[in-house]
Nanobody, 124 residues
Framework: QVQLVESGGKLVQAGDSLRLSCAASGLTFSRLSMGWFRQAPGKEREFVAAISWISGTPSYADSVKGRFTMSRDNAGNTVHLQMSSLKPEDTAVYSC?????????????????WGQGTQVTVSS
């Protein structure tokens, strides 16, 4: 059974840092491309960051580039999203996703597996 479980979301103040984690099970993690997406109330799901199982170099949305860092720990079957200089507009439910295909996937439709999401709220 495939399972992705996010953790680390909470209420923080603008300018704070926060690290999200996503633990995967039921999959060959080292062969997965992983992504982070977010969805704010009333808005569409938005790409945040992605990393391929072939290349360890992540790709980021312009809105988070320079503030967020995605990393993967294949030994621990985990991906992390380190977020710094958080802004109120970063408030959203953050979800991780996994794809069996190689490459950097910026479209949510390319992912087969999703976690339940974790709430990040940034107060001004």
């Amino acid at each position: 059974q495939v399972q992705l479980v996010e953790s680390g979301g909470k209420l923080v103040q603008a300018g704070d840092s926060l690290r999200l984690s996503c633990a995967a099970s039921g999959l060959t993690f080292s062969r997965l491309s992983m992504g982070w997406f977010r969805q704010a109330p009333g808005k569409e799901r938005e790409f945040v960051a992605a990393i391929s199982w072939i290349s360890g170099t992540p790709s980021y949305a312009d809105s988070v580039k320079g503030r967020f860092t995605m990393s993967r720990d294949n030994a621990g079957n985990t991906v992390h999203l380190q977020m710094s200089s958080l802004k109120p507009e970063d408030t959203a439910v953050y979800s991780c996703a996994a794809a069996n295909s190689a490459g950097i996937h910026r479209s949510w439709s390319l992912y087969s597996y999703w976690g339940q999401g974790t709430q990040v709220t940034v107060s001004s």
